[in-house]
């Protein structure tokens, strides 16, 4: 079904990546909010259903979607955190020809020819959630998601202050996200950035990917305790809520006290990661959040009627500590 064929034509026809953007930020395309036919149909190339975010992020564009009128049809594509299932996505979706194609790349790399594909065929892709490369920030439209340096900065902000006083050194652990994705190499920067900037004497005592998996976050965490022992080690830097709430039980059952023996940062703000919070077994949560559905398909409806977007929207996000939590998991939703 083909919702927007004049902007495709010209997309098609010019097949340059680099002229992408600029054509449908600027081209024509009806205003009618639904490229000019009976609503749009989507591809929507998911990450997984690896934590409890990654299904609320599924549950508020798939329900924003079929409440949307301007939407004729979502296919949606769980990848399981597979970049080359995502690839394949991407083209059985340009095969189909939809009028858009939202992808959530599970890494930042190795998208070129897909996205070339894309763009030769005349449809625009606006990246969900994650990014990609610089390199190749002309073959995709817009982003919409969070700022996950920011998030590492609200971290390392947290961490500067609640350590200054640490003589003898800051023992820090870190439980990197998926190896390659934006979320880890941007967390772990933007925190790591701030204890430079404000002088923290520190030491990265281990840092390992438990692939944004409660399993893999506790099995990395029983390795560190084996390898390392917790005495001394002063600050648990997970970068989602699913590897620390596994780090937690790891600790637990080596008979320690999270929270207490060691200080826990998470970054997501589940229930359950506020629970946690509210049980003492962590120490501050860093906001990432994914229930920006409605937000997105106003997005697609603006890329496909050819209208100037924004490079990158973030989404809005907060910082919660011990004194928060107990306050704001009522508000969470998912
Ligand atoms: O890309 C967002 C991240 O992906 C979330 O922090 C994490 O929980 C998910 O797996």
């Known amino acids: 079904m083909l919702k927007t064929p004049a902007l495709k034509q010209v997309l098609a026809g010019i097949g340059a990546g680099a002229l992408l953007f600029g054509l449908t930020a600027c081209g024509g395309g009806d205003d009618s909010g639904d490229g000019g036919g009976d609503g749009l149909v989507v591809g929507f190339a998911q990450v997984g259903a690896e934590s409890a975010w990654r299904t609320a992020n599924s549950d508020s564009v798939q329900s924003a979607a079929d409440a949307d009128e301007r939407i004729a049809e979502l296919k949606f594509v769980d990848a399981q955190q597979d ?17 858009v194609i939202v992808l959530a790349p599970v890494v930042e790399t190795g998208w070129t020819d897909v996205l070339q594909e894309a763009a030769d065929a005349g449809i625009p892709v606006v990246l969900a959630d994650r990014g990609i490369e610089a390199a190749d920030e002309d073959l995709y439209v817009t982003r919409l998601g969070s700022d996950f340096t920011e998030e ?16 003898d050194g800051t023992r820090i652990l870190e439980l990197q996200g998926t190896t390659g994705s934006a979320p ?18 520190y030491e990265i005592v281990d ?18 305790i084996t390898t390392h022992g917790l005495e001394g080690v002063d600050l648990l830097y997970a970068h989602n809520d699913e590897m620390g709430l596994g780090a937690i039980q790891a600790i637990e059952e080596a008979g320690f006290t999270p929270g207490t023996d ?6 997501d703000g589940s229930k359950a990661g506020f629970q ?50 107990e306050a704001e998991l009522p508000n969470r939703q998912f």
């Open 207 to 224: 840092s390992q990917s438990g692939n944004f998996t409660a399993e893999e976050g506790k099995a990395v965490m029983e390795t560190f």
């Open 152 to 167: 590492g900065r609200k971290a390392g902000t947290w961490a500067a202050e609640t350590f200054a006083a640490d003589a």
């Open 83 to 99: 970049q080359e299932k995502q690839i394949e996505a991407v083209r059985n979706f340009i095969t189909q020809q939809v009028d």
């Open 276 to 325: 946690a919070g509210v049980d003492g077994k962590l120490n501050y949560i860093v906001e990432c959040n994914p229930v920006f559905g409605e937000q997105l398909m106003d997005v697609v409806v603006q890329v496909a009627d050819g209208e100037t977007v924004e490079k990158f929207t973030p989404v809005e996000e907060g910082a919660f500590d011990a004194t928060q939590f």
């Open 262 to 267: 060691i200080q826990i940062i998470i970054v």
């Open 184 to 201: 880890a190499n941007d967390r772990k920067a933007g925190f790591f950035e701030v204890l430079d900037a404000e002088g923290l004497n």
